[in-house]
């Protein structure tokens, strides 16, 4: 039968369940893009023995046209065809915009900011990011007299309300969005390098003026006013080197100094502060949903050779060398009984630009140690589909004690469909159900298909979906 070649191998991989996230765009106004296609989709995942999947519910698309008015229609058809599916359902709540494919945050947040663009985070240049409020927002009245927090509640209960046949039987997680794309960050690298580029170092976010404010009101409360006129001066741009200043110099660099001291102290705490308020709203609308709530960190493994760190820095986890700053972001969401979401599970340190001083295993080995001490669940991410030996990264990272909750595969599509990858994505699966078989061994029922089988209908998948 399927399910003993390719269902539930949960209890055989340390309860660690496995889900395949929609499209980013799969749902439009009030209407599922693909309907078909996903159709098709859902069916192929659970003849291959996923638990589920994870489905993206954009503010920009649910609160679109004004403040308190909701269409939930496209995304509650999704919920009820993953039901009629059998598969279970992880639900992110995206407070934030996507550029690829296009979705921004809702009008009248983005009519708002049109005459007070400090509602968003801004660069040393006062560019403004236009891609999710800035976190010195939270708590003050800049969306028509409420505060972002109140907003994001509203909205939360606003779900919880509408979902209510689905909580806790289909949708068994709720991811909770805290900043760009959706992670516990600041937009310090805006844009999207080349994959043969040296990144730079990235750019610190406190120049919109609330975050100034914030900033000036901890250097008197410190004694220190000069040093809260704004971020390190001599720190470099975007797509600078590390090296092309010296706030991140390895030895004698700014950042050792007093005053980096004081400065990334502050700008981190700031963030898990944010993390700590958004979560706990989670906590609080979700507690008796029957429900696991997940937050998500990045991996920002650029850099991590270093002593400084300068990628870490700047996205606001002061974490270097000489210190443990993961301690401090697991211990927040130990605090609210929330799991960590860590992307990246798919990249080893033998395919990154030797330039870039990279290591995501040794980071990601970091921060589940982190995890681990504080007893936070983890679950897995890759960063993209296709990436060289993703899959076996992947299975070795889902051996290991750096993942202990769930794997969630990013995403499907025309790419995640295509002959070249999907095979490679059945036999991963096979392999960590029932890895003494080989393909040519798989039984078959007359009149059964099977997950091999359903490699045949990726053609037409192919074709329809959309590759997120």
């Known amino acids: 039968m399927l ?42 995942l659970k003849l291959l023995g996923l638990e589920g999947v994870e489905l993206p519910i ?29 598969l279970k359902l992880y639900v ?16 009248w947040v983005l009519d708002i900011g049109k005459t007070k663009s400090n509602i968003f985070f801004k660069d040393r240049a006062g560019k403004p990011y236009r891609g999710c409020l800035s976190l010195a927002v939270d708590e003050l009245a800049v969306l028509n007299g409420k505060t972002p927090m109140e907003v994001y509640q509203d909205f939360c209960e606003s779900f919880k309300s509408a979902f209510s046949a689905f909580i806790g039987s289909t949708i068994t997680g709720i991811t909770m969005g805290l900043g760009p794309d959706g992670e516990l960050r600041y ?11 040296v990144p730079g170092a990235g750019e610190f976010q406190c120049y919109d003026k609330n975050m100034l404010h914030l900033l000036k009101q901890h250097a008197e409360a410190c ?7 704004g971020g390190p001066h001599n720190a470099p741009a975007y797509s600078e080197l590390p090296t092309a200043n010296t ?109 870039s001083l990279s290591s995501p295993e ?24 296709g990436a060289p030996d993703g899959l076996k990264q992947i299975k070795k990272n889902m051996l290991s004690e750096n993942l202990n909750d769930s794997f969630i595969f990013q995403r499907i599509g025309a790419q995640f469909f295509a002959p070249e990858h999907f095979p490679l994505f059945i036999e991963f699966v096979r392999k960590l ?32 979906m959309q590759s997120a």
């Not at 992110?92 to 009008?107: G, M, N, R, V």
């Not at 990628?311 to 211990?331: D, H, Q, W």
């Open 3 to 44: 399910s003993r070649l390719f269902g539930c191998f949960i209890l055989q991989l340390n309860r660690i369940r496995l889900f395949a996230g929609l499209p980013l765009d799969v749902v439009s106004g009030g209407s599922v893009n693909q309907f078909r296609a996903i159709s098709a989709g859902l069916k192929a």
């Open 247 to 355: 706030f991140f110099k390895d030895h004698g660099g700014s950042w050792e100094s007093p005053y980096g001291d004081f400065f990334l102290s502050w700008y981190s705490s700031q963030l898990i502060a944010h993390g700590d308020r958004l979560l706990s709203l989670a906590s609080l609308v979700f507690s008796d949903s029957a429900v696991n709530i997940f937050g998500k960190v990045p991996l920002m493994h650029s850099w991590h050779g270093t002593r400084s760190h300068p990628s870490e820095l700047t996205a606001g986890f002061y974490n270097t060398a000489t210190r443990k700053g993961y301690e401090e972001v697991a211990e927040m969401f130990a605090r609210n009984s929330c799991k960590i979401i860590l992307p990246g599970m798919d990249q080893s340190d033998k395919y990154q630009l030797k330039e």
């Open 362 to 385: 040794s980071l990601l080995a970091e921060i589940g140690t982190a995890c681990n001490k504080h007893g936070v669940g983890i679950s897995g991410q890759n960063s993209t589909v």
């Open 433 to 464: 159900n029932q890895p003494e078989l080989h393909s040519g061994n798989l039984p078959t029922k007359e009149g059964t298909t099977t997950a091999t089988d359903s490699v045949h209908t990726r053609s037409n998948l192919s074709i329809h």
């Open 187 to 197: 937009p310090s690298h805006r844009g999207f390098a080349k994959s043969d580029t």
């Open 92 to 107: 992110t709540l995206c407070f934030h915009a996507s550029s690829q494919p296009k979705i921004p945050l809702p009008e």
């Open 223 to 229: 004694g220190k006013p000069k040093w809260g006129l």
């Open 58 to 86: 954009w503010w920009g698309v649910v609160e679109h046209e004004s403040m308190g008015k909701y269409n939930w229609s496209g995304y509650l058809t999704i919920a009820e065809m993953v039901r009629k599916a059998g």
